[in-house]
């Protein structure tokens, strides 16, 4: 019911994963009569989903403090819930974001050893693959060098069962890349996640800057929710300037309009290639189950691009695999001695 | 003797700007012998410069707190000492930025009223004149209230005086635009960058996002240094990374490289548009004198931009009104109550 195309595109996008995933099954959460008539006209979800009848809706400008004392009978509550209960391997939302995940903190709870769950996604990047993980880009405005530490854990996972790179390599985002740049929990973190790089299975490349983060030196990039959320938008918005300022170049001559015409195919690959849409999806990584949360200005497409994702974890047993991880990554911390061979940064 | 291109680019920097400004002198100061050789080749620079010869460097990788202690004899202490000495109007350096602030402080130390300076740099963005104030990209990496106020003024008068914006409008960057959104300073800062506006000549937006950076929605951005100096690296990496993703793009077949071909002059015009090296140049707000620090790659077209942009600071006394601006909306901001009315997040 959330997101700012309300259940139309919800619909249309569940239509289009439908098409493409034949084995899966839906279950859609809000008024089943908007729903029902949506769905009707998706040859794709003939007796394919089924509909969990609610009548409240969590507003976008809802406080998640509000919410989460009054969020029973919302459509999120329910959706969360058949993940809490099993129904359901994956939740996906459009909805507003504080609100889902203080709904999911309180129905799924933080996984063993997570303080602060955080909000991960895939950022464009010059690697092979296409992109790059960061997190938290918004879970939550603090994190100390413990919450880092996890969030290195917890993204290494992700790399590795998302976007299948077997051994991840970790920036920590930073003003500089010298050791001694930055704030005290940064340094603290620098060590403890360089310090458990072998034993988790992951390269640690130390810190890195802005300008690394869409680049082929690093697979995760691990901030607090505050600077990450702050770069994520930052990062959208620069898109938005360059492509507002070449679509008014290509306007401004019959040569440069001819130009765009024989350039078009090279435009559309591109736009392809960066398309938002294409990796719509924030995953919260650190409670018991996944919920993805789609951009509340989601379209069909960016919808079915988050189910899509929803559906590689969820065959992957992503969140078994997660928890497991943090666990013995948290052991780990504690059994290895600080090893400055280990850390780059330290040498 | 700063920089990656070392004395070449910043004389070919200082040639050009001779060129397009007759009536200015220039003081240049490093290695005597390598300057005159290099200006010897520029007609433009005939008579217009002096050398102030020194034989210590500033390295890129210098901690400022070394150069505190041991900067003196350094080309970098000579060229600020030079604003010091009322020799120079405006000190501009290519070279480490930490080592230059740290320098700048204890040579022209804090203007009244300060307590942390800032960077602030020009971004591209979707206003009329094609560039927002953005500050503090990396002065220093903690900002309180108090900091955060005063770089609404300095950035107030920096925009009126670097951009001619009469009445500048400030956004305060946060993740999310409602006022309960952020820390707790940032709280405090909006409500008294609020209160301030009337009294100051500018407009108060009130909390931004990152997407905002880049828009037409505000002239000036505050910010504390490490958030910001994370923003402007990943709005510059964004732009590598869609440029580079140009390029792929239209290698792609014949026809796009004809299209390429006949687009040349939107490309062309769109580079120029989106070029950073035509906004190089963070200049240093809250010292008593104006230091800009240009990009530590910068060509000479770089340099070129940023001693352009230190003449018409100069020019138009820049360093005195800020002065002005700064004690009388300190005092401002003690004289006046708390005026909800005045406040667009507090209706």
Redesign the interface.
């Known amino acids: 019911m959330g997101g700012d195309h309300g259940v139309c595109a919800v619909v249309d996008g569940v239509a289009r994963a439908a098409h493409k995933n034949p084995g899966i099954r839906f279950l859609i959460h809000g008024d089943s009569v908007e729903i029902a008539q949506q769905a009707a006209k998706h040859k794709s979800l003939q007796d394919r989903f089924e509909i969990r009848a609610t009548d409240k809706v969590v507003g976008m ?1 809802d ?1 998640p403090s509000h919410v989460m004392r009054h969020g029973k009978g919302t459509s999120m509550y329910s959706t969360v819930d058949a993940v809490r209960n099993g129904d359901a391997a994956v939740a996906v939302s459009c909805g507003n974001t504080g609100a889902l995940m203080a709904l999911s903190m309180i129905r799924l709870r933080k996984a063993l050893g997570v303080n602060r769950p955080a909000i991960a996604v895939l950022w ?3 690697n092979e693959n296409g992109f790059n993980v960061m997190l938290d880009v ?1 879970a939550d ?2 994190a100390d060098e413990h919450d880092l530490f996890k969030y290195a854990l917890m993204g290494a996972s992700y790399a590795r069962n998302g976007l299948n790179i077997p051994t991840p390599r970790i920036g920590l ?1 930073n ?1 500089g890349t ?1 050791e ?1 740049k ?2 005290p929990e940064l340094h603290e973190a620098n060590r403890m996640i360089g310090n458990a790089a072998r034993a988790n299975g992951y390269e640690y490349v130390g810190f890195i ?7 082929a030196r690093v697979d995760v990039i691990v ?1 607090d ?3 990450g ?14 492509a ?3 679509r008014d ?2 306007k ?2 019959i ?2 309009r ?10 559309k ?2 736009r392809y ?2 398309d938002p849409r294409r990796v719509n999806g924030g995953v919260f990584l650190g409670l018991n189950g996944t919920v993805i949360k789609s951009h509340g200005a989601a379209d069909a497409t960016g919808v079915a691009a988050a189910i899509q994702l929803a559906i590689q974890l969820a065959k992957l047993g992503f969140t078994e695999k997660l928890a497991a991880r943090i666990a013995s990554g948290s052991l780990n911390s504690q059994d290895i001695p600080d090893d400055p061979t280990e850390t780059p940064q330290n040498k």
């Not at 702050?230 to 990062?235: M, P």
């Open positions: 400008e406080k464009p990047s010059l918004g405005i603090r985002l003003v010298e001694h930055g704030r800057e802005g300008g690394d983060i869409p680049s901030t929710g505050f600077t959320n702050v770069a994520l938008k930052t990062g959208e918005g620069t898109a938005n300037l360059i507002h300022r070449m170049s290509f401004n001559s040569f440069s001819l130009g765009a015409l024989f350039a078009y195919t090279s435009l690959r591109l290639r960066i």
